[in-house]
């Protein structure tokens, strides 16, 4: 599992750089194009993923003290925090859209080379880590079928843990999109 993280580390580290390297060649436009995200609506989804990790952490100690109901509950709890942070998502993208500003459209080739970067690296960093929370609800939903079918217990949580390191990764790497994207206005 550490290594599987390793290398998604790698991954994003790589998208990380290279946001990087574009954001110093391109501070103005950046800034400029950051104006265009909401801020609070990312903020509130930063809100939202920290809690799932909480409840992912508490589904965890729950099984450890033998509490299979509250395991299963806490892990359907982490996966609705997913679910909810992918709406609101949807309905961030949406705006987007709504407003012309999608890759290849007219409006999005009409701005600074810069900007057009901003929103490309946008797109494609903050869909990767959406298909990241779609695995991490399906690895979750699989992790509570096997609680409830007894497979996950007191005694063999391990499974579960490693949900949660990937729910956490998952975590990290939005708490690092976050400031990246919404908060360099």
Do not use: C
């Not at 104006?35 to 450890?64: D, P, R, Y």
Request: aromatic letters at 18%; proline letters at 1%; hydrophobic letters at 55%.
């Amino acid at each position: 599992m550490w290594l599987f993280l390793f290398t998604e580390l790698i991954l994003f580290g790589g998208m990380f750089l290279l946001y990087s390297v574009y954001r110093f060649q391109y501070a103005d436009e950046f800034h400029l194009a950051a104006k265009e995200l909401n801020t609070i609506m990312g903020a509130f989804n930063t809100a939202v993923l920290l809690t799932s990790s909480l409840t992912m952490v508490l589904a965890i100690i729950a099984i450890q003290r033998n509490q299979k109901t509250l395991s299963i509950l806490l892990q359907l709890i982490t996966i609705f925090l997913a679910l909810f942070f992918l709406v609101n998502k949807y309905f961030e993208w949406t705006a987007k859209f709504h407003h012309g500003i999608y890759p290849g459209s007219e409006e999005l080739l009409s701005k600074s080379s810069g900007e057009i970067l901003f929103f490309g690296l946008y797109y494609v960093m903050t869909g990767l880590h959406g298909i990241h929370v779609i695995v991490g609800m399906f690895l979750i939903a699989v992790m509570t079928r096997m609680t409830r079918k007894d497979i996950i217990t007191k005694d063999s949580y391990v499974r579960l843990e490693n949900a949660g390191l990937y729910w956490h990764l998952v975590d990290i790497i939005w708490i690092f999109l976050f400031p990246l994207f919404y908060l360099i206005t």
